[in-house]
């Protein structure tokens, strides 16, 4: 599944998000829209993880749904 899928059905995929990034808040995952670049810079500055970690999570994150 592509992030456009995904995009599409943010609204159930949030829940997953948040349960993988239990430390984001809940306005900080809603502020990204769904847009993976914000998406992974919050994720970034928050666990100090680098883009390709933070990509390859969301990934599987984004299969698991």
Do not use: P
């Not at 992030?3 to 829940?15: H, S, V």
């Not at 239990?22 to 847009?35: A, I, N, S």
């Not at 998406?39 to 500055?45: D, N």
């Amino acid at each position: 599944m592509n992030w456009d899928q995904i995009k599409g059905n943010w609204t159930q995929l949030k829940g997953k998000v948040r349960e993988a990034y239990g430390d984001l808040t809940d306005d900080e995952v809603e502020q990204t829209k769904g847009e993976w670049d914000q998406l992974v810079g919050k994720i970034q500055s928050r666990y100090g993880k680098t883009k390709e970690e933070v990509e390859r999570e969301l990934s599987e994150v984004s299969r698991s749904w």
